[in-house]
């Protein structure tokens, strides 16, 4: 997605691209992981009243779709080149490398946590134990058991589940690029084959040793969304054209769609008109019913189930079409007010999405904490409006300070 047209963007290529297809960064690559970062960011702070507007309240899909799918397309940049420019095996090594960062970031945040809210329950006399609300009473009741499962990802409490699913996803990607050497078909048909394997029940993976619990997010079911946004980064799918007929085919199924994705919505429609509302919760149930005679879900989150594919692909449409050509219509035309205010603001926006790994696992722990902070405030509107900002800033002061240091300005020469 270097440039955005219909004849142009994602063209279609030989799966053996060359290094240029995947080495320009799109700008609405950032901008939507950065909107996803403060997305999530509001979802994880407890009982916030922000989190009734987020995207996950109106369809299928969510935050985690446009963080999985985008991370699926900084993949093919970051990682990509390196397969072609160096072979498979340094392609792999540089993997590696990178799947070792999310690991060592899901530990020290899982300990990070943790450590805060024993600290809270130690320290402070509240009404509530900020251990238990996360679930992690057997944690610290017995230490050496779940300590040995965080490090063997055999013990995956659900707060703490994105990374161990990211960096299993990640892992998959030497066997697709060793398998992109026959075409896209194997690829395709490797990651479908995953995605029904994860979707009929035949590939989990374990998330505590007391019960059968599955990782809340499935790696094999989710690596779908993550290697179509790589595909399309790297050309191996075409973009899909410019076209009204698709734009209200996307449109009409987020619509339609809603009352089925959405208990938000279907009490609206209810509220608006029961006999509708009562035809709507007779598909709830079939859905429902489905699920319990045959095992398999349309709509699972932790399989990602077909339905939330379908959600996300429609939603991604329309925000690649609203965007425009090369991100165009992102862009601040003019010199007045309006026009500053929304160049600045896309920049501190483009800016969190560039730091995404840093900003998210700061956000999982600050959300704890900002959490804790409304508890003890109240949750008025303007707390709740207070907290969410502050929250904000600090995830950009995050993504600003990732920077820096990234940047290595210590090596720069002296003028």
């Not at 319990?292 to 991604?316: C, D, N, P, Q, V």
């Not at 109240?378 to 990234?406: C, H, Q």
Request: hydrophobic share 55%; charged share 10%.
């Amino acid at each position: 997605m270097a440039t955005i047209s219909p004849t142009s963007d994602f063209a279609p290529t030989p799966v053996a691209a060359s290094p240029a297809i995947a080495s320009l960064r799109d700008p609405r690559l950032d901008f939507y992981r950065g909107i996803a970062m403060f997305i999530i960011l509001v979802a994880h702070i407890p009982f916030n009243a922000w989190s009734n507007w987020i995207p996950a309240r109106f369809g299928w899909s969510d935050a985690t779709e446009i963080f999985v799918f985008c991370s699926g397309m900084a993949s093919a940049i970051a990682f990509g080149g390196a397969f072609e420019r160096m072979g498979w095996r340094m392609g792999t090594a540089r993997v590696g490398f990178r799947v070792w960062q999310v690991y060592w970031a899901h530990i020290g945040l899982f300990f990070f946590v943790a450590m805060m809210m024993a600290a809270l329950d130690t320290y402070g006399a509240f009404d509530k134990s900020y251990v238990d609300s996360l679930n992690l009473g057997r944690f610290f009741t017995d230490p050496m058991t779940q300590i040995v499962g965080i490090f063997t990802l055999t013990y995956v409490p659900n707060y703490f589940d994105i990374l161990p699913m990211y960096l299993v996803v990640l892992a998959l990607m030497p066997l697709f690029m060793a398998l992109s050497r026959g075409g896209f078909a194997p690829v395709a048909g490797a990651s479908i084959a995953l995605w029904l394997a994860a979707n009929i029940g035949l590939l989990s993976l374990p998330a505590e040793p007391w019960s059968d619990r599955p990782w809340f997010f499935n790696p094999f079911g989710w690596q779908l969304l993550f290697f179509t946004g790589f595909a399309f980064m790297r050309g191996w799918i075409p973009a899909p054209p410019v076209s009204r007929r698709l734009v209200w085919i996307a449109a009409g199924f987020l619509v339609l769609t809603a009352p089925f994705g959405s208990w938000k919505v279907f009490q609206w429609v209810n509220t608006a008109s029961p006999e509708l509302g009562a035809l709507f919760r007779n598909v709830w149930t079939m859905f429902a019913t489905l699920e319990k005679e045959t095992g398999f879900s349309l709509r699972a989150k932790t399989e990602f189930g077909i339905l939330r594919y379908l959600h996300f692909l429609s939603l991604a449409y329309l925000a690649w079409v609203a965007a425009g050509e090369g991100g165009r219509r992102l862009q601040a035309n003019g010199t007045g007010m309006a026009a500053n205010i929304w160049r600045n603001l896309l920049k501190v926006i483009t800016k969190v999405g560039q730091q995404s790994l840093a900003v998210f696992v700061f956000s999982m722990a600050v959300a704890r904490l900002l959490g804790f902070v409304l508890d003890q405030l109240g949750r008025s509107p303007a707390t709740v409006l207070l907290v969410n900002l502050a929250g904000f800033a600090m995830i950009i002061a995050v993504a600003y300070i990732a920077g820096w240091f990234k940047s290595q300005p210590w090596r720069s020469k002296r003028a």
